[in-house]
């Protein structure tokens, strides 16, 4: 039993400030969830409080059927790993793994045999006398890793544990995050602001923000069905255009559903733009346009020139509806009297009477 | 400019200035000191001869130095380990940085920035045989009261004590700020780790505060070695020579016997001393040191 449940949890520091007010969050057995958020947002004092580093003001906290909201560090069946690695520096990769094992009072046998383990799983095995500041970073986290493991824990935290890596290296690093999840059958927690590192790797996403839940659900889930504006424009790379609409709402589209040419049976919105910058992004290139609807970011394969008139067309089945509380919305009169609105803008035609049955969702 | 250039990148020109003054402030004393440690000068009368080894020969005859050597080490010893170890117990007490433990960091740091004359002088009111508070304090739990400074039995521990004091607010400051700069997170991983309070004292915290301690250990033994403002300013040595450490010794055949000769055999004797525990120290510690 593995799962974990917050309840009603608030955490205020000693100087007042209330960083998580009434938590409640559930995290299911066996899952890769990942926290994530932007900094500031409570993702780390969430993780924290699992782990028993932060006490909690109020509220309680389970793992499994177990109530661990009084209970050590050590004592609660997790395993840690830090985002600076947090590994002893002055002893060996062999010390640093024995380390909490013998703590926990686990024969020398076993220890031996479970060294072993980890070490050949993380391939570390050729430096096991070897002392941490021998090891560049990657390798470092790796002890991290194999530390965590050899405690055999039903939970793993992890806060932040590949922000310290080099970009290439943390694509390695995610691929064998994710294998491990699925050898060591335990529940992941995972805390992260990187949205790609989300995606990846999740199975569960729980989005934050000012110290609450935004939303939580699958990568594909927050990605496709945004249950409000914050996780429309957070999630996505880059996140959804924007438009308000005042008294309205918003209205959200992707970069890469706008496009150059109409589609047949369009049914949308249409503005006249001109390229003002260019990105290349190998395959694809990111534009801004200045338009009527504002700065419109447009990703898509086609060569441009900065200075270029264009038309774009976006589908009504790709547009979002947000109301003024920036809660999704698919109510037809917010719909019909956004796009009446947006027909007003300058160099903005709506193309269509439009079927409001086919908005998106 | 060119020319300017090319004497600047001299590497020799660069270090004329250090090279200058550790010649004229330290090198060339020393040679003189050991060039004076073969002579019989007397400052008074003014005469002076080469004797050879004679000086040194009169130096380990003379029952006195043995004396003085067995005093220093028995102080540097008690004011090293008994300062070190007490520095390590504070600092561990007042790591915090609550507002309590700054201010008791402040108290212990005062008597270091006082002036060895007020401290000295302070503690003989203190250990004042008759009027002292110390021993007014062993009267009142029914203990016997000591002579301090005043016998022979006492006056080395006497001047131990003083000197532990004084020094102690340093040590303490060197000790927080080791331990100040060993991160949160390690502390975090050994709670995670099912460590103790005396595991995580023993194996995390004691280990990356070596390299701090093994600084403290060599500074603490070169200023015991040479040890003198106490000395001279509570005791003069006495009595009977009973407090009398290398230093403050030296400086009495030099400078109130007028025997510069011996003196400066005595110094080279010292700084022979010195060396040697130097080395035995870095040998034998310096593996037991953990550098990140």
Known sequence: MSSIRLEKVTKTYSNG??????????????????????SGCGKTTALRMIAGLEEVSAGQIYIGDRNVTKTEPGDRGISMVFQNYAIYPHMTVRKNIEFGLKNMKIVKEEIAKRVTQVVNMVGLKDYLNAKPSMLSGGQRQRIALSRAMSKKPQVFLMDEPLSNLDAKLRNQMRGELIDLHRELKSTFVFVTHDQIEAMTMATNIVIFNNGSIMQQGTPKE???????????????????????????????????????????????????????????????????????????LMKCEEELNIGEQVTLYISENDMYFFDV???RSRDMMLIESAFHSLSLMEGVTVTSDHVIGNVHG | MCMVNKIIRNPYILIAPAIILVSVFSLYPILFAV????????????????VGFKNYINIFKDPVFWMVLRNTLIFAFFTVVIGIVLAFVIGIFLQKNRLSDNLVQSIIFTPNILSAVSVTVMWMWLMDPNV????????????????????????????????????????????IAGLQSIPRY????????????????????????????????????????????????????????????????????????????????????????????????YAFFNKKVHYQ
């Not at chain 1, 069905?225 to 429309?232: H, R």
């Not at chain 2, 060039?35 to 080469?50: A, C, H, I, P, Q």
């Open chain 1, 17 to 38: 400030k209330t960083v998580i007010e009434n938590l409640e969050l559930e995290i299911k057995e066996r899952s890769f969830t990942v926290l994530l958020g932007p």
């Open chain 1, 222 to 296: 927050v990605y496709e069905n945004p249950a409000n504006l914050f996780v429309a424009t957070f999630i996505g790379d880059p996140g959804m255009n924007t438009v308000e609409l005042p008294k309205i709402g918003t209205i959200g589209y992707r970069a890469h559903k706008v496009k150059l040419t109409k589609s047949a049976n369009f049914h949308g919105i249409q503005a006249a733009g001109m390229v003002m910058t260019k990105e290349m992004l190998g395959m694809d290139h990111l534009y801004r346009i200045a338009t009527g609807l504002g700065t419109v």
């Open chain 2, 35 to 50: 060039r004076v440690s073969f002579m019989n000068w007397d400052t008074v009368l003014g005469t002076k001869e080469y």
């Open chain 2, 132 to 175: 002292g508070i110390l021993n007014f304090v062993l009267k009142w739990f029914g203990l016997p009261t000591l002579k301090w400074m005043m016998s022979p039995e006492t006056s080395l521990m006497s001047i131990i004590i003083v000197s532990i004091w004084k020094g102690l607010g340093y040590n303490v400051m060197i000790v």
């Open chain 1, 325 to 327: 509380f920036e809660k």
């Open chain 2, 186 to 281: 390690i502390y975090e991983a050994a709670k995670l780790d099912k460590a103790g309070r005396w595991t995580t004292l023993f194996r995390i915290t004691l280990p990356l505060l070596s390299p701090t301690l093994f600084f403290l250990l060599i500074t603490s033994i070169i200023s015991s070695f040479s040890a003198f403002d106490v000395v001279s300013l509570m005791t003069k040595g006495g009595p009977e020579n009973s407090s009398n450490l290398i230093v403050y010794w030296i400086y009495q055949i030099g400078f109130l016997q007028f025997n510069i000769g011996k003196a400066s055999a005595g110094s080279i004797l010292f700084m022979i001393m010195v060396s040697i525990i130097a080395v035995i120290n």
